[in-house]
């Protein structure tokens, strides 16, 4: 049971990054393509703040990835966890997965509004870029508390 809780921890983290860069990248792309359908000569600019929203869903493969090699799904004999420690392995896996899902949504929404900035001054694509960063900040903090937690809590 402890192992299936860890593996539900590890889908988790997967599934709700996942959605939450699928959707963030949808709204970037969106409206990017509106921009490169008047100035083509933008797409390198456009796809920067499109690919942005993306890498919550990377953060949670990654964690997800841990999880596996922490509990010995890759590479080894699968460990037998306790409940609590399957719990821990699950509650742990939670910060990446709702901190990813939110801000690539919402960094998604930055991108888009920055896509205005980009198809009216073209140089100020960093501004955009910078905007759009900020909200990864808080996809990074899960990230960070979700590893940390899967790393050093010690399941021997």
Do not use: W
Request: glycine letters at 16%.
């Amino acid at each position: 049971m402890g192992l299936a809780l860890a593996i539900a921890g590890a889908a988790f983290a997967v599934i709700f990054a996942g959605i939450g860069s699928a959707v963030g990248v949808g709204t970037a792309g969106r409206a990017g393509a509106g921009v490169v359908s008047e100035k083509p000569e933008l797409f390198g600019k456009v796809l920067l703040l499109e690919a942005l929203p993306g890498t919550q869903g990377i953060y949670g493969f990654l964690v997800a990835f841990i999880v596996m090699l922490q509990t010995g799904l890759l590479g080894g004999t699968p460990k037998e966890l306790t409940v609590a420690q399957g719990l821990v392995i699950f509650a742990a896996c939670l910060p990446v997965a709702f901190g990813g899902m939110l801000s690539g949504i919402h960094q998604g929404k930055v991108s888009a509004a920055g896509l205005n900035i980009v198809a009216k001054q073209p140089d100020k694509s960093g501004n955009a870029v910078i905007l759009s960063a900020m909200v990864e900040t808080y996809a990074l903090l899960g990230l960070v508390i979700s590893i940390l937690t899967v790393l050093f809590f010690k399941l021997d």
